[in-house]
């Protein structure tokens, strides 16, 4: 059984520990609400953006080789490039687990049928678990809070735009965690080139298209609008998953606080019960003492 002193020693040292994580806990809900702030703004501009280029492609005669190269969709996909992203830091749970684990599964995937899987990592995580793997690593692109810069985000959007203009790969994908809420990031794998751009019904296309005007041409917008809707794709890729990394560290952070809280009570009563069985003890002893001197 350890000794009063060991039990003393470990409650403080778990004591400590809550403190941290308590402290990391209120961290990550003050950086939450800045980046789900900036995941929100983001996401009625990146609709509109779907809605406007929607009805370019409507107008231009739909997705075809004339309407723009990143419309294009290619037979044969021998290559598909992977814009893989997870956080920079550690504890925040399954966060960075669950989306290498959704990398490595659509990699075998794309094994099997053939084709080739070319993986850019964003975020530290990422990157040293895929130097670590067998997969086929292309260019590495940094750390992701860094990369939700502008300039990142168009370094990284000229990077996988090349590469698919070049024929280096014919399709890419990004895989990254979804912010569904607070308590739920989920895995997605979300398609990012050839641009799809496809109108979910006529009726819904002849509305939109007459609350456009265009100025000038729509082959001229086009060549504007399709890569920079590229780069609003990656950016609201970006700013879920640094939302989703603050969730989950939250999260992970109130259960190791609470956990602590429970393995405090825990030991301090068992603290108490060893102080008491030595009481005893020593009691007994004085009674047995005074027992041998009669």
Known sequence: MPSLKDIRKRVTSVKNTQKITRAMKLVAAAKLRRAQGAMMELRPYAEKYREMLSSL?????GAGDAAHPLLETREGHA?????????????CGGFNSNIQKTVVHYAKTVAEEGREAIVFPLGRRMTQFVNKSDMNVGRELGEVIAG???DSIKSITSVLVDGFLKGEFDDVVIIS?????IISQNPRVTD???????TEDLEHAESVRGDYLYEPDQETLLNHVVP???EVQI???ILESIAGEHAARMNAMNSATDNATEMISALTLQLNRARQAAITTELMEIIGGA????
């Open 192 to 198: 990012l080139l050839p641009v799809a751009a496809v």
């Open 177 to 181: 965690n979804r912010f569904d809420s």
């Open 235 to 237: 950016r609201e890729a």
């Open 228 to 230: 920079a809707f590229v």
């Open 57 to 61: 492609v409507d107008a231009s005669g």
């Open 79 to 91: 290559h598909v490039a992977i814009l893989a992203i997870s956080s920079d830091r550690g504890m």
């Open 148 to 150: 939700a810069s502008t």
């Open 291 to 294: 027992e041998a001197l009669k």
